[in-house]
Nanobody, 121 residues
Framework: QVQLVQSGGGLVQAGGSLRLSCVAS????????VGWFRQAPGKEREFLAT????????DYSDSVKGRFTISRDNAKRTAYLEMRSLQPEDTAVYYC??????????????WGQGTQVTVSS
């Protein structure tokens, strides 16, 4: 089992930056990938980025590539999502998630509680 607790998020002006954190407990942290997703009101959940257990590999959606950076500190059991050049369309509830196996964009069984990110224009 994996438990994920998120922090960060909040209100930021357009063009600003935020960092989200996701602290894991349970299984050995480096054994699984961590992904970030978001869901805006009235929209489906969207994959953003994922990173392998040893942080050798990462994958990004085209919508955030170049603006968002995923990372992890296995010693701290924490994954991060650094978000830059935020725009109002980035407003959503952001989730971290964990899964086994090779990098993937869906099928994550473990989820954080979600954190609201609001970008004002």
């Amino acid at each position: 089992q994996v438990q994920l607790v998120q922090s960060g998020g909040g209100l930021v002006q357009a063009g600003g930056s935020l960092r989200l954190s996701c602290v894991a407990s349970g299984r050995t942290f480096s054994d699984y990938m961590v992904g970030w997703f978001r869901q805006a009101p009235g929209k489906e959940r969207e994959f953003l980025a994922t990173i392998s257990g040893a942080a050798y590999y990462a994958d990004y959606s085209d919508s955030v590539k170049g603006r968002f950076t995923i990372s992890r500190d296995n010693a701290k059991r924490t994954a991060y999502l650094e978000m830059r050049s935020l725009q109002p369309e980035d407003t959503a509830v952001y989730y971290c998630a964990a899964a086994d196996g090779p990098l993937k964009r869906s099928g994550y069984p473990y989820w954080g509680q979600g954190t609201q990110v609001t970008v004002s224009s």
